[in-house]
């Protein structure tokens, strides 16, 4: 078990690297990043992302779900109150997800599913829950309407077994 010991211990050893000293709130890389919480599928770690490169917002399969939505409208208004504006258009917003991802499991409780999309136990099929491909797909699509005009979205699809990504939506911007 990790403790709490230990993680004071790994902190130090951080702090005094100093990689944190002159980081600013907004991304360098102007990447958010939605992918899931699976210990190995740490978008940091798989796209190999420096400290303050990206945001990185973190779910159950890495869906656009309701919450996400709500998350990343909350994250426009942090930096719209910093920036004075909506932040640059080269803006990119990247899907992440991956193989053997336990929210295929959850496709035997369809209910907690639907509350989790916030739709009607009817409406899961559309949410591609078991094939993360199409996945990708459908939340790429569901960013491109909410998000404003002008910035990119894509969609990536990482394998556990071989440690790669497929690009299974290339940046595309966000039309008017």
């Known amino acids: 078990m990790i403790d709490t010991d230990e993680l004071a211990k790994r902190n130090a050893a951080f702090a005094d690297g ?4 002159d980081l600013k709130l907004m991304p360098s890389g102007s990447l958010t990043v939605i992918g899931c919480v699976d210990p190995r599928v740490d978008p940091s770690d798989v796209l190999r992302l420096k400290l ?52 295929t499991d959850l496709a035997a409780f369809p209910e907690l599913l639907a509350d989790y999309f916030e739709v009607p136990t009817a409406d899961l099929d559309a949410k591609a829950v078991t094939d993360p491909v199409a996945a990708v797909r459908v939340d790429v699509g569901i960013l491109k309407q909410r998000l404003r005009a002008g910035v990119f979205v894509s969609g990536l699809v990482y394998d556990v077994a071989t440690g790669l990504i497929d690009v299974v939506v290339p940046p595309s911007r966000v039309d008017p």
Do not use: W
Request: charged share 10%; hydrophobic share 40%; aromatic share 4%.
């Open 52 to 103: 303050g490169e990206a945001a990185v917002i973190r779910n159950v399969g890495g869906r656009v779900t309701p919450a996400a939505l709500r998350t990343l409208g909350m994250l426009s208004k942090v930096v719209q109150a910093r920036t004075g504006g909506p932040g640059p258009a080269t803006n990119h917003y990247a899907v992440l997800h991956h193989t053997d991802c336990g929210i």
């Open 18 to 21: 100093g990689s944190f000293a």
